[in-house]
């Protein structure tokens, strides 16, 4: 995928002259950003994927309508941009009122979360193209008051890494996740052994907004790394910093809904980590002495849950080392 | 469709607090706008539909590529919006790294035509829910030095219309133009009598970029309406302006390639101009006497085909009074 996508990045170059805005390249990040006059814009493209056929299964669209706003302001977030706006774009088989309702409510929720506004969308109805739904936006963010991007280069080692917890699955690892259940003929609609929600209604848990607490101290000078553990789990951090190792010495306890389908599905521990966030959504990279002023304003704008899940030392990758696992980027 | 999209576009209103910035609302447009500080970004979004099943059956790529930038690109236009930059989604049931780099290619192409530069793309191999491919974009853009947008409203009975010829079918009505070429069974790879390009090429012929053009005369004030003849054909002039009647009585001689699909689907010449563009692939509504310097501008910048089509009169809908059509809006 990855190459294809590249090829296509490469083959696409344009040559725009300076006042049609001036591309700023930002490598290892999924936003891009343009300045344009005295305003330099970020935008992000991401599609839900397949949660959405766990949202079918149930009959519920409103949490994947969140995630789709949250998965792509989060990646704003994680340059440091504030969410101004998103469009989204449905691709489906035949229109259905009722489930656009639900997924419209659902993007109403993910846009007050991240505080933006919808500023258009395209609902294509092509049976001959999908079988399914596609549910996919791009979010426009800025930089205010002058604020610097953070891309990640003042990272070095001494470092401290902050991780703010996830609300569950967020929307990767589906299709996986997906297997697992069949293979098991799991039940969506009864609860797992102890809980009370049904288990499709954990599944489906949105994506949590990363935006107000990341906004409230992308200024802060410290702040030398922002990243979303989307797609690719813990590996996301390597996109930050090559030159450097991520130790993850202090990684929280694994929350029961990812140990319960490790077990269930007989998932390698190294294969949960390089797919799912595990617990934790968002991680921030924050010299020693900030580490206190930036957890009061988590705590302030709603990440109250931060913890410490780590440090950054010399050397590559990944290294959770309690769990004798190492990564060195996405192969 | 238009009403699973309000209902979805109903539920989703936001309540976000200023300094995310400020939308700015833009009746009939598909543009979006929001003012950032001091800069005013819209943005617009959509797909190259169903004419990806005419680019597989002929194995040619690079026309959908560009006609996903173009489409966007003219909807920016369509409001007097310089284009900055594009990000692109590509949801496909498989990688196929050629296809993509042809893809690529025309997306570059797409981007020198607008002048503009590629912020981002997501690939999303999803065989779970598609089986072809969906060629999706968002496109950003801008309002050069304290430009006004260009929203209709000022269009006043009086006005002329003046057109910019397409480039073919751009990327609409492709439903319609494969069931005649499936009935008739007509072969893509040969010419049409009298031509030398196969049908498939013509067909194909990307989206014709109208940026450049437009560009060049939005500052100017006689300049009351923009319009990119998308999907809906003539009827995306009602948009505009719903209180005054567009007289269009100088239409141009219809392309032969129009008018032979007409013959050989059977189809009634008000079908044709409620789904094709007919030749005019968008409209300025300009005062009276800016006409000259208008037509002098769009000469210069690759549109010296630009021809008056018709007025603006008193009344309401659309009027090709020789050809004893009238349409009201979209019903």
Redesign the interface.
Request: proline share 7%.
């Given at each position: 995928?990855t190459?294809?996508?590249s090829?296509?990045?490469?083959?696409?170059?344009?040559?725009?002259?300076a006042?049609?805005?001036v591309?700023i390249p930002l490598p290892g990040h999924?936003?891009?950003?343009?300045r344009?006059?005295?305003?330099t814009?970020a935008?992000?493209?991401?599609?839900v994927?397949?949660k959405?056929?766990l949202a079918d299964r149930l009959g519920r669209w409103e949490e994947v309508?969140e995630d789709l706003v949250a998965i792509n302001v989060n990646d704003l977030a994680a340059v440091g941009a504030?969410?101004?706006?998103v469009?989204?774009?449905?691709?489906c088989a035949r229109?259905?009122?009722p489930r656009?309702?639900a997924?419209?409510?659902g993007?109403?929720r993910g846009?007050?979360a991240a505080?933006?506004?919808?500023?258009?969308?395209?609902?294509?109805?092509?049976p001959?193209?999908?079988?399914?739904?596609?549910l996919?936006a791009?979010a426009?963010g800025?930089f205010?008051g002058g604020r610097v991007p953070v891309t990640g280069r003042r990272i070095r080692p001494g470092d401290r890494l902050v991780g703010i917890p996830s609300s569950g699955f967020h929307a990767n690892g589906f299709?996986l996740l997906r297997r697992v259940l069949d293979e098991g003929r799991i039940h969506l609609r009864r609860p797992r052994p102890g809980q009370r929600a049904p288990l499709g209604v954990e599944l489906l848990r949105p994506t949590r907004t990363y935006t107000e607490p990341v906004d409230a101290v992308a200024d802060v000078p410290g702040v030398h790394g922002l990243a979303h553990l989307s797609g690719g789990g813990v590996r996301n951090l390597v996109r930050l910093a090559p030159q450097v190792e991520f130790r993850l010495d202090r990684w929280p306890r694994v929350p029961d809904l990812f140990r319960w389908l490790q077990d269930r599905g007989g998932i390698s521990t190294r294969e949960m980590f390089q797919t799912f966030n595990m617990g934790v959504g968002f991680v921030l990279v924050v010299a020693p002495r900030a580490v206190p002023a930036v957890q009061a304003r988590l705590a302030r704008t709603g990440a109250a849950d931060a913890v410490e899940i780590g440090t950054v030392a010399p050397g590559r990758g990944i290294a959770l080392p309690e769990l004798g696992l190492r990564f060195d980027g996405y192969s």
């Open positions: 995928m190459e294809a996508l090829a296509l990045l490469r083959a696409s170059r344009g040559t725009a002259p006042d049609h805005g591309p999924f936003a891009g950003l343009i344009i006059g005295p305003t814009i935008a992000t493209t991401d599609t994927g397949t959405v056929l309508g504030r969410a101004a706006g469009v989204d774009t449905v691709v229109p259905d009122p656009f309702a997924i419209g409510r993007i109403g846009l007050r505080r933006c506004s919808l500023l258009g969308g395209e609902t294509a109805v092509v001959d193209l999908v079988h399914g739904i596609d996919g791009t426009i800025f205010p299709t």
